[in-house]
């Protein structure tokens, strides 16, 4: 493939350090498959070893945002606008931020999942999962689409991969329903606050998933533009 002469014209692609960022992002919320099968194991010292490495993983999205926003070129020869670029980069943080506090507040709080949610918790977690994984593939066909100069295979590549970020999502939303439904039928069996922040927990689970959902969006209203 030719390369963009446009790409010459700066220093380090800005968009290398977008998708460095996106794969703590990933790295971050996959580690809420196995803090979540500790705690319905009852392993408290994995989940809270697992807990730690979700915060580790947070902090160093942070540094890399950080980074990012302090070295992003202001040249008029970016390949896409910088506003685009910072917005994409904060969609991203924010999801990495929601598996903090949603591993956070259930260690905090010594959280239990009721047996009859717990099968529906693990395809939930895993779905959502699967969501921010395929926004990170679609974020790492920037750089070829910059080089191809935003058409042909790799903006159909790129198209589709954010089409399946869209289906991934809706089966989401379709275990969640069903998940809240389930929790309400036994929510007045169990202590209040117990039902309450376990509805939270349901809640911040489906707000990752629809972030990697605007993730893609906003990265096709960039192809678009």
């Known amino acids: 493939?030719?390369?963009?002469?446009?790409?010459?014209?700066?220093?380090?692609?800005?968009?290398?350090?977008?998708?460095?960022?996106?794969?703590?992002?990933?790295?971050?919320?996959?580690?809420?498959?196995?803090?979540?099968?500790?705690?319905?194991?009852?392993?408290?010292?994995?989940?809270?070893?697992?807990?730690?490495?979700?915060?580790?993983?947070?902090d160093h999205a942070d540094e890399q945002k950080h980074a990012l926003r302090m070295h992003l070129p202001r040249s008029v020869f970016l390949p896409v606008e910088r506003r685009d670029l910072l917005e994409v980069l904060t969609m991203q943080d924010n999801i990495a931020n929601r598996a903090k506090d949603i591993?956070?507040?259930?260690?905090?709080?010594?959280?239990?999942?009721?047996?009859?949610?717990?099968?529906?918790?693990?395809?939930?977690?895993?779905?959502?999962?699967?969501?921010?994984?395929?926004?990170?593939?679609?974020?790492?066909?920037?750089?070829?689409?910059?080089?191809?100069?935003?058409?042909?295979?790799?903006?159909?590549?790129?198209?589709?991969?954010?089409?399946?970020?869209?289906?991934?999502?809706?089966?989401?939303?379709?275990i969640q329903i069903r998940l809240r439904a389930t929790l309400r039928t036994i929510e007045t069996e169990l202590p209040p606050l117990d039902a309450m922040f376990l509805y939270k927990v349901i809640d911040w689970v489906g707000e990752v998933g629809d972030l990697a959902q605007r993730v893609g969006s906003r990265l096709q209203l960039l192809l678009a533009s």
């Open 1 to 58: 493939m030719a390369k963009n002469p446009i790409l010459g014209m700066f220093g380090r692609s800005p968009i290398r350090p977008l998708q460095e960022h996106m794969a703590t992002v990933d790295e971050c919320v996959g580690l809420l498959i196995p803090f979540f099968e500790a705690v319905m194991a009852s392993d408290y010292a994995q989940a809270a070893v697992l807990q730690e490495s979700i915060a580790s993983a947070e």
């Open 103 to 174: 591993a956070g507040l259930m260690r905090g709080r010594a959280m239990q999942l009721p047996e009859l949610t717990r099968p529906l918790f693990t395809d939930f977690v895993r779905r959502s999962a699967d969501a921010v994984t395929q926004a990170k593939h679609a974020v790492a066909e920037l750089d070829d689409l910059v080089e191809a100069g935003f058409r042909g295979p790799e903006m159909d590549k790129a198209l589709a991969l954010i089409t399946e970020i869209d289906r991934i999502e809706k089966e989401t939303d379709e």
